[in-house]
Protein backbone atom coordinates (compact mmCIF):
# COMPACT_ATOMS: atom_id res chain seq x y z
CA UNK A 1 0.00 0.00 0.00
CA UNK A 2 2.91 2.20 0.88
CA UNK A 3 4.45 1.99 -2.46
CA UNK A 4 1.15 3.07 -4.34
CA UNK A 5 0.47 5.90 -2.80
CA UNK A 6 3.85 7.67 -2.56
CA UNK A 7 3.14 8.86 -5.89
CA UNK A 8 0.66 10.16 -5.73
CA UNK A 9 1.78 11.99 -2.27
CA UNK A 10 4.22 13.03 -4.31
CA UNK A 11 1.88 14.32 -7.06
CA UNK A 12 -0.50 16.48 -4.72
CA UNK A 13 2.42 18.02 -2.74
CA UNK A 14 3.78 18.97 -6.26
CA UNK A 15 0.12 20.12 -6.69
CA UNK A 16 0.02 22.26 -3.76
CA UNK A 17 3.42 23.87 -4.12
CA UNK A 18 2.61 24.62 -7.78
CA UNK A 19 -0.70 26.36 -6.27
CA UNK A 20 1.08 28.32 -3.75
CA UNK A 21 3.98 29.04 -5.89
CA UNK A 22 0.72 31.40 -8.12
CA UNK A 23 -1.05 32.40 -4.85
CA UNK A 24 2.99 34.08 -3.85
CA UNK A 25 3.16 35.45 -7.61
CA UNK A 26 -0.34 36.82 -7.64
CA UNK A 27 0.24 38.45 -4.02
CA UNK A 28 3.27 40.28 -5.40
CA UNK A 29 2.06 41.48 -8.74
CA UNK A 30 -1.20 43.01 -6.11
CA UNK A 31 1.29 44.64 -3.72
CA UNK A 32 3.20 46.17 -6.56
CA UNK A 33 -0.18 47.16 -8.32
CA UNK A 34 -0.71 49.01 -4.55
CA UNK A 35 2.47 49.97 -3.69
CA UNK A 36 2.63 51.65 -7.47
CA UNK A 37 0.93 55.18 -6.88
CA UNK A 38 3.05 55.40 -3.42
CA UNK A 39 6.76 54.60 -5.48
CA UNK A 40 6.13 56.15 -9.12
CA UNK A 41 5.46 59.83 -8.77
CA UNK A 42 9.07 60.84 -7.71
CA UNK A 43 10.01 58.99 -10.83
CA UNK A 44 7.48 59.66 -13.55
CA UNK A 45 9.58 62.55 -14.70
CA UNK A 46 12.43 60.95 -15.43
CA UNK A 47 10.22 58.22 -17.09
CA UNK A 48 8.50 60.98 -19.31
CA UNK A 49 12.51 61.96 -20.39
CA UNK A 50 13.50 58.79 -20.40
CA UNK A 51 10.55 57.86 -23.06
CA UNK A 52 10.40 61.13 -24.93
CA UNK A 53 14.24 62.39 -25.65
CA UNK A 54 15.02 63.37 -27.87
CA UNK A 55 11.81 65.34 -28.64
CA UNK A 56 9.87 66.34 -25.63
CA UNK A 57 8.36 69.68 -26.95
CA UNK A 58 5.87 70.66 -24.08
CA UNK A 59 7.18 68.25 -21.64
CA UNK A 60 5.30 69.43 -18.29
CA UNK A 61 7.34 69.53 -14.91
CA UNK A 62 5.41 71.88 -13.29
CA UNK A 63 7.02 72.27 -9.90
CA UNK A 64 9.23 68.95 -10.09
CA UNK A 65 12.12 68.65 -8.27
CA UNK A 66 14.84 67.00 -9.87
CA UNK A 67 18.14 65.63 -9.14
CA UNK A 68 20.84 67.14 -10.30
CA UNK A 69 23.00 63.95 -9.96
CA UNK A 70 20.39 61.92 -12.23
CA UNK A 71 20.11 64.09 -14.71
CA UNK A 72 23.68 65.10 -15.35
CA UNK A 73 23.71 65.75 -19.29
CA UNK A 74 19.81 64.16 -19.10
CA UNK A 75 18.52 67.72 -20.45
CA UNK A 76 20.91 68.47 -22.64
CA UNK A 77 20.70 68.19 -26.53
CA UNK A 78 17.04 68.01 -26.68
CA UNK A 79 13.65 69.68 -28.50
CA UNK A 80 11.78 71.41 -25.16
CA UNK A 81 10.10 73.93 -27.19
CA UNK A 82 6.95 75.48 -25.29
CA UNK A 83 8.31 73.02 -21.83
CA UNK A 84 6.70 74.27 -18.65
CA UNK A 85 9.33 74.04 -15.74
CA UNK A 86 6.78 76.69 -13.48
CA UNK A 87 8.19 76.85 -10.00
CA UNK A 88 10.41 73.74 -10.81
CA UNK A 89 13.61 72.94 -8.88
CA UNK A 90 16.18 72.32 -11.45
CA UNK A 91 19.67 73.02 -9.96
CA UNK A 92 22.23 72.54 -11.67
CA UNK A 93 20.66 70.61 -14.16
CA UNK A 94 22.24 70.71 -18.14
CA UNK A 95 20.50 72.17 -20.65
CA UNK A 96 23.22 72.64 -23.04
CA UNK A 97 22.18 72.71 -26.64
CA UNK A 98 18.65 72.41 -25.98
CA UNK A 99 15.86 74.14 -28.28
CA UNK A 100 14.05 76.04 -25.17
CA UNK A 101 12.23 77.91 -27.44
CA UNK A 102 9.42 79.99 -25.16
CA UNK A 103 9.72 77.81 -22.57
CA UNK A 104 7.89 78.64 -19.21
CA UNK A 105 10.49 78.84 -16.40
CA UNK A 106 8.60 81.42 -14.12
CA UNK A 107 10.05 81.33 -10.48
CA UNK A 108 12.48 77.90 -11.29
CA UNK A 109 15.31 77.29 -9.16
CA UNK A 110 17.53 76.98 -11.77
CA UNK A 111 21.03 77.51 -9.04
CA UNK A 112 24.03 76.83 -11.50
CA UNK A 113 22.19 75.37 -14.46
CA UNK A 114 24.09 74.85 -17.84
CA UNK A 115 22.30 76.77 -20.98
CA UNK A 116 25.50 76.60 -22.96
CA UNK A 117 24.69 77.41 -26.72
CA UNK A 118 20.47 76.61 -25.89
CA UNK A 119 17.88 78.61 -27.70
CA UNK A 120 15.85 80.33 -25.15
CA UNK A 121 14.12 82.80 -27.55
CA UNK A 122 11.09 83.79 -26.21
CA UNK A 123 11.98 82.01 -23.22
CA UNK A 124 9.92 83.23 -20.05
CA UNK A 125 12.28 83.54 -17.21
CA UNK A 126 10.51 86.22 -14.39
CA UNK A 127 11.15 85.81 -10.81
CA UNK A 128 13.62 82.72 -11.69
CA UNK A 129 16.90 81.79 -9.47
CA UNK A 130 19.74 82.00 -11.86
CA UNK A 131 22.58 82.54 -9.91
CA UNK A 132 25.77 81.36 -11.10
CA UNK A 133 23.79 80.21 -14.14
CA UNK A 134 25.88 79.77 -17.81
CA UNK A 135 24.47 81.25 -20.76
CA UNK A 136 27.52 81.36 -22.41
CA UNK A 137 26.51 81.56 -26.16
CA UNK A 138 23.12 81.47 -25.78
CA UNK A 139 20.35 82.50 -27.78
CA UNK A 140 18.00 84.57 -25.32
CA UNK A 141 16.77 86.81 -27.52
CA UNK A 142 13.26 88.25 -26.35
CA UNK A 143 13.36 86.34 -23.01
CA UNK A 144 12.15 87.78 -19.97
CA UNK A 145 14.39 88.25 -17.26
CA UNK A 146 12.19 90.44 -15.05
CA UNK A 147 13.28 90.29 -11.47
CA UNK A 148 15.29 87.32 -12.03
CA UNK A 149 18.44 86.57 -10.19
CA UNK A 150 21.03 86.53 -12.76
CA UNK A 151 23.92 87.76 -10.18
CA UNK A 152 27.34 86.13 -11.20
CA UNK A 153 25.80 84.28 -14.17
CA UNK A 154 28.07 83.89 -17.34
CA UNK A 155 25.83 85.87 -20.56
CA UNK A 156 29.04 85.69 -22.31
CA UNK A 157 28.65 86.19 -26.04
CA UNK A 158 24.85 85.47 -25.70
CA UNK A 159 22.37 86.73 -27.76
CA UNK A 160 19.92 88.99 -26.30
CA UNK A 161 18.52 91.06 -28.27
CA UNK A 162 14.82 92.40 -27.33
CA UNK A 163 15.08 90.82 -24.26
CA UNK A 164 13.59 92.41 -21.06
CA UNK A 165 15.76 92.99 -18.28
CA UNK A 166 13.61 95.12 -15.76
CA UNK A 167 13.82 95.48 -12.18
CA UNK A 168 17.13 93.03 -11.78
CA UNK A 169 20.54 93.55 -10.59
CA UNK A 170 23.39 92.32 -13.48
CA UNK A 171 26.40 93.35 -10.49
CA UNK A 172 29.65 91.48 -11.43
CA UNK A 173 27.53 89.41 -14.35
CA UNK A 174 29.91 88.55 -17.27
CA UNK A 175 28.20 89.83 -20.36
CA UNK A 176 31.99 90.15 -22.45
CA UNK A 177 30.89 90.21 -26.55
CA UNK A 178 26.95 89.52 -25.53
CA UNK A 179 25.00 91.52 -28.14
CA UNK A 180 22.56 93.40 -25.91
CA UNK A 181 21.34 95.46 -29.52
CA UNK A 182 18.43 97.68 -28.33
CA UNK A 183 17.94 96.30 -25.00
CA UNK A 184 16.24 99.33 -22.19
CA UNK A 185 18.96 98.74 -19.04
CA UNK A 186 18.01 102.48 -17.74
CA UNK A 187 18.34 102.21 -14.03
CA UNK A 188 20.04 99.24 -13.64
CA UNK A 189 22.65 98.71 -11.44
CA UNK A 190 25.59 96.99 -13.83
CA UNK A 191 28.44 97.92 -11.87
CA UNK A 192 31.77 95.71 -12.10
CA UNK A 193 29.92 94.16 -15.29
CA UNK A 194 32.29 92.76 -18.06
CA UNK A 195 31.10 94.08 -21.23
CA UNK A 196 34.22 93.97 -23.54
CA UNK A 197 33.43 93.76 -26.75
CA UNK A 198 29.90 94.04 -26.44
CA UNK A 199 27.20 95.21 -28.64
CA UNK A 200 25.46 98.05 -27.13
CA UNK A 201 24.35 99.44 -30.25
CA UNK A 202 20.84 101.55 -29.23
CA UNK A 203 20.98 100.53 -25.62
CA UNK A 204 19.01 102.92 -23.48
CA UNK A 205 21.48 103.01 -20.34
CA UNK A 206 20.31 106.63 -18.64
CA UNK A 207 20.31 106.77 -14.67
CA UNK A 208 22.65 103.19 -15.16
CA UNK A 209 25.78 102.25 -12.44
CA UNK A 210 28.65 101.34 -14.72
CA UNK A 211 30.76 102.43 -12.16
CA UNK A 212 33.92 99.90 -12.14
CA UNK A 213 32.80 98.19 -15.19
CA UNK A 214 34.96 97.24 -18.02
CA UNK A 215 33.43 98.30 -21.60
CA UNK A 216 37.10 97.98 -23.51
CA UNK A 217 36.44 97.26 -27.63
CA UNK A 218 32.28 97.89 -26.61
CA UNK A 219 30.26 98.77 -29.64
CA UNK A 220 27.90 102.09 -28.51
CA UNK A 221 26.80 103.19 -31.50
CA UNK A 222 23.81 105.29 -30.73
CA UNK A 223 23.82 104.36 -26.92
CA UNK A 224 21.94 107.33 -24.81
CA UNK A 225 24.46 107.31 -21.73
CA UNK A 226 22.49 110.64 -20.17
CA UNK A 227 22.73 110.39 -16.23
CA UNK A 228 24.56 107.36 -16.76
CA UNK A 229 26.89 106.85 -13.64
CA UNK A 230 30.71 106.74 -14.17
CA UNK A 231 33.73 106.49 -12.12
CA UNK A 232 37.44 106.74 -12.85
CA UNK A 233 37.68 102.86 -12.58
CA UNK A 234 35.24 102.52 -15.41
CA UNK A 235 37.17 101.02 -18.75
CA UNK A 236 35.86 102.65 -21.73
CA UNK A 237 37.05 103.63 -24.92
CA UNK A 238 37.60 107.46 -25.22
CA UNK A 239 35.21 108.09 -27.89
CA UNK A 240 32.80 107.20 -25.91
CA UNK A 241 33.64 108.40 -22.64
CA UNK A 242 33.77 111.91 -24.88
CA UNK A 243 30.40 111.44 -25.79
CA UNK A 244 29.06 111.00 -22.07
CA UNK A 245 31.43 113.79 -20.98
CA UNK A 246 29.96 116.39 -23.81
CA UNK A 247 25.62 114.69 -22.69
CA UNK A 248 26.70 115.31 -19.25
CA UNK A 249 28.74 117.88 -18.58
CA UNK A 250 28.51 119.86 -21.55
CA UNK A 251 31.01 121.24 -24.24
CA UNK A 252 30.64 125.22 -24.67
CA UNK A 253 33.37 126.54 -26.61
CA UNK A 254 35.20 123.53 -26.65
CA UNK A 255 38.23 122.86 -29.27
CA UNK A 256 36.65 119.18 -31.01
CA UNK A 257 38.65 119.79 -34.28
CA UNK A 258 39.66 117.02 -36.54
CA UNK A 259 38.02 114.68 -32.93
CA UNK A 260 35.76 111.09 -33.72
CA UNK A 261 32.36 111.42 -32.92
CA UNK A 262 30.87 109.37 -35.58
CA UNK A 263 27.98 107.31 -34.26
CA UNK A 264 28.07 109.05 -30.76
CA UNK A 265 24.71 109.98 -29.33
CA UNK A 266 24.74 113.55 -28.68
CA UNK A 267 21.18 114.38 -27.89
CA UNK A 268 20.08 117.89 -26.63
CA UNK A 269 24.15 118.39 -25.63
CA UNK A 270 25.07 122.16 -25.24
CA UNK A 271 27.68 122.55 -27.34
CA UNK A 272 27.78 126.10 -27.99
CA UNK A 273 30.81 128.02 -29.94
CA UNK A 274 32.69 124.30 -29.84
CA UNK A 275 35.08 124.21 -32.54
CA UNK A 276 34.21 120.99 -34.74
CA UNK A 277 36.32 122.01 -37.67
CA UNK A 278 36.66 118.74 -39.75
CA UNK A 279 35.42 116.78 -36.74
CA UNK A 280 34.06 113.18 -38.34
CA UNK A 281 30.21 113.16 -36.73
CA UNK A 282 28.99 110.81 -39.81
CA UNK A 283 25.97 108.89 -38.56
CA UNK A 284 26.01 110.84 -35.36
CA UNK A 285 22.84 112.01 -33.36
CA UNK A 286 22.72 115.38 -32.87
CA UNK A 287 18.70 115.73 -32.14
CA UNK A 288 17.87 119.28 -30.22
CA UNK A 289 22.07 119.88 -29.88
CA UNK A 290 22.66 123.54 -29.46
CA UNK A 291 24.90 124.29 -32.00
CA UNK A 292 24.71 128.10 -31.43
CA UNK A 293 27.77 129.66 -33.46
CA UNK A 294 29.88 126.45 -33.47
CA UNK A 295 32.51 125.69 -36.17
CA UNK A 296 31.59 122.75 -38.13
CA UNK A 297 33.52 123.85 -41.28
CA UNK A 298 34.98 120.77 -43.21
CA UNK A 299 33.00 118.56 -40.71
CA UNK A 300 31.85 114.87 -41.57
CA UNK A 301 27.90 115.23 -41.15
CA UNK A 302 26.63 112.55 -43.57
CA UNK A 303 23.66 110.84 -42.68
CA UNK A 304 23.37 112.81 -39.48
CA UNK A 305 20.20 113.32 -37.34
CA UNK A 306 19.96 116.90 -35.94
CA UNK A 307 16.28 117.47 -35.89
CA UNK A 308 15.57 120.25 -33.58
CA UNK A 309 19.09 121.42 -33.48
CA UNK A 310 20.03 124.95 -32.87
CA UNK A 311 22.46 125.89 -35.90
CA UNK A 312 21.85 129.69 -35.73
CA UNK A 313 25.05 131.76 -37.07
CA UNK A 314 27.18 128.25 -37.02
CA UNK A 315 29.57 127.57 -39.36
CA UNK A 316 29.32 124.56 -41.93
CA UNK A 317 30.97 125.76 -45.21
CA UNK A 318 32.34 122.90 -47.69
CA UNK A 319 30.68 120.48 -44.66
CA UNK A 320 29.46 116.90 -45.55
CA UNK A 321 25.65 116.42 -45.32
CA UNK A 322 24.92 114.20 -47.51
CA UNK A 323 21.92 112.23 -46.22
CA UNK A 324 21.56 114.55 -42.89
CA UNK A 325 18.11 114.91 -41.47
CA UNK A 326 17.64 118.53 -40.67
CA UNK A 327 13.77 118.43 -39.73
CA UNK A 328 12.85 121.59 -37.59
CA UNK A 329 16.27 122.40 -36.90
CA UNK A 330 16.97 126.63 -36.37
CA UNK A 331 19.74 127.59 -39.21
CA UNK A 332 19.26 131.17 -39.31
CA UNK A 333 22.39 132.94 -40.66
CA UNK A 334 24.05 129.98 -40.67
CA UNK A 335 26.65 129.15 -43.77
CA UNK A 336 26.53 126.76 -45.39
CA UNK A 337 28.74 127.80 -48.43
CA UNK A 338 30.01 124.64 -51.12
CA UNK A 339 28.14 122.51 -48.51
CA UNK A 340 27.26 118.55 -49.59
CA UNK A 341 23.37 118.53 -49.28
CA UNK A 342 22.51 116.06 -51.33
CA UNK A 343 19.53 113.88 -50.42
CA UNK A 344 19.43 115.72 -47.01
CA UNK A 345 15.55 115.93 -45.36
CA UNK A 346 15.40 119.40 -44.77
CA UNK A 347 12.02 120.58 -45.25
CA UNK A 348 8.14 120.08 -43.18
CA UNK A 349 4.99 120.83 -44.88
CA UNK A 350 3.22 123.69 -45.93
CA UNK A 351 1.24 124.05 -43.02
CA UNK A 352 4.19 124.47 -41.06
CA UNK A 353 7.05 125.40 -41.78
CA UNK A 354 9.59 123.56 -39.68
CA UNK A 355 12.95 123.91 -40.69
CA UNK A 356 14.19 128.16 -40.61
CA UNK A 357 16.83 129.06 -43.40
CA UNK A 358 16.17 132.61 -43.48
CA UNK A 359 19.19 134.61 -44.95
CA UNK A 360 21.47 131.13 -45.13
CA UNK A 361 24.21 131.17 -47.21
CA UNK A 362 24.21 128.25 -49.38
CA UNK A 363 26.88 129.47 -52.06
CA UNK A 364 28.08 126.71 -54.05
CA UNK A 365 26.72 123.94 -52.35
CA UNK A 366 25.13 120.18 -53.52
CA UNK A 367 21.76 120.43 -52.77
CA UNK A 368 20.37 117.36 -55.16
CA UNK A 369 18.05 115.55 -54.75
CA UNK A 370 17.60 117.08 -51.29
CA UNK A 371 14.03 118.09 -49.74
CA UNK A 372 13.38 121.15 -48.35
CA UNK A 373 9.43 121.25 -48.91
CA UNK A 374 8.76 123.93 -47.04
CA UNK A 375 11.35 125.01 -45.31
CA UNK A 376 11.98 129.13 -44.74
CA UNK A 377 14.47 129.90 -47.55
CA UNK A 378 13.58 133.89 -47.74
CA UNK A 379 16.28 136.04 -48.49
CA UNK A 380 18.59 133.11 -48.86
CA UNK A 381 21.92 133.21 -50.95
CA UNK A 382 21.65 130.08 -53.39
CA UNK A 383 24.27 131.38 -55.54
CA UNK A 384 25.79 128.61 -57.87
CA UNK A 385 23.60 125.81 -55.60
CA UNK A 386 23.09 122.44 -57.42
CA UNK A 387 19.37 121.82 -57.48
CA UNK A 388 18.96 118.95 -60.04
CA UNK A 389 15.92 117.10 -58.54
CA UNK A 390 15.47 118.75 -55.21
CA UNK A 391 11.88 119.71 -54.02
CA UNK A 392 11.30 122.62 -52.94
CA UNK A 393 7.55 122.81 -53.00
CA UNK A 394 5.66 124.52 -50.80
CA UNK A 395 8.88 126.61 -49.63
CA UNK A 396 9.39 129.89 -48.98
CA UNK A 397 11.69 131.50 -51.33
CA UNK A 398 10.86 134.94 -51.26
CA UNK A 399 13.95 137.18 -52.18
CA UNK A 400 16.11 134.50 -52.37
CA UNK A 401 19.08 134.76 -54.64
CA UNK A 402 18.93 131.84 -57.66
CA UNK A 403 22.19 133.76 -59.37
CA UNK A 404 23.82 130.77 -62.06
CA UNK A 405 21.85 127.88 -59.69
CA UNK A 406 21.39 125.16 -61.69
CA UNK A 407 17.97 122.34 -61.92
CA UNK A 408 16.43 120.59 -63.60
CA UNK A 409 12.64 118.83 -65.02
CA UNK A 410 13.12 116.93 -61.43
CA UNK A 411 13.50 119.97 -59.48
CA UNK A 412 9.90 120.59 -57.83
CA UNK A 413 9.59 124.50 -57.02
CA UNK A 414 6.38 125.74 -55.51
CA UNK A 415 3.70 126.26 -57.31
CA UNK A 416 3.92 129.20 -60.53
CA UNK A 417 7.11 130.07 -58.83
CA UNK A 418 9.95 130.95 -60.83
CA UNK A 419 13.63 130.79 -60.14
CA UNK A 420 15.15 134.09 -61.77
CA UNK A 421 18.66 134.12 -62.43
CA UNK A 422 18.92 130.23 -62.04
CA UNK A 423 19.85 127.99 -64.93
CA UNK A 424 18.37 125.15 -66.55
CA UNK A 425 19.98 121.82 -67.62
Known amino acids: MNENTTPEIEQNNRKLLFGLGLMLIFLCIGTFVVALPFYLPPYLPYLQIAWCRPDCPGLDLTRTTLDEQWLKASLSGLNLRGAQFRHAGLVAVKFSGSDLTEANFFKANLLKADFKQANLTGANLRGAKLRGANFIEAD ?131 LRGANLQKADLHEADLGGVDLQGANL ?114 TIWPKGFTPTGAIKQ
Not at 154 to 177: E, F, H, P, Q
Not at 357 to 371: E, K, M, P
Open 140 to 270: VRGADFTEADISQADLSYANLMGATMKSINLRAVKLRGANLSGVDLQGLDLSQVDLREANLRYVKLTGADLTGADLTGADLWGANLRQTKLDGTTQLDPKWRLGWELVNQGGIGRDLSGIDLSYVRLNSAN
Open 297 to 410: NSANLAGVAMGQANLMQASLSQARLNGASLWRSQLVAVNLSQADLSSASIGGNEKERQTNLRGVNLYGSNLQGANLQGADLSNAILVLVDLRGANLAQTNLTSADFSNAIYNDL
